[in-house]
């Protein structure tokens, strides 16, 4: 069992930044990737970002590659997303979550998930 817990959220306006942070804890060893989600209101779920949590390797949705930015601390068994040069579209409830795969970027195969931090991004 692993929880997650997401922390970091706001609101802002286009072009703004905002840093968000995932605390893992619990039976760590059992997920090799942890990464971002978001859901719009009106649309599904998808993936943002995501971090090989032994490995380093990271994977990106298209439309927020080179604005956003997914790290992880180790030590502390955190992961951080980076979000710079928002955009009204960014605007979702953003969730970490955590798998054991292959690949990091098999979005439909997390299934540890934390509570959600709503970003805001206002034009």
């Known amino acids: 069992q692993v929880e997650l817990v997401e922390s970091g959220g706001g609101s802002v306006q286009a072009g703004g930044s905002l840093r968000l942070s995932c605390a893992a804890s619990g039976n760590i060893y059992s997920v090799n990737c942890m990464g971002w989600f978001r859901q719009a209101p009106g649309k599904e779920r998808e993936g943002v970002a995501a971090?090989?949590?032994?490995?380093?390797?990271?994977d990106y949705f298209d439309s927020v590659k080179g604005r956003f930015t997914i790290s992880r601390d180790n030590a502390k068994n955190t992961v951080y997303l980076q979000m710079n040069s928002l955009k009204p579209e960014d605007t979702a409830m953003y969730y970490c979550g955590a798998v054991y795969a292959l690949r990091c970027n098999a979005w439909r195969e997390y299934n540890y998930w934390g509570q959600g931090t709503q970003v805001t991004v206002s034009s």
């Open positions: 971090i090989g949590f032994r490995s380093g390797s990271k």
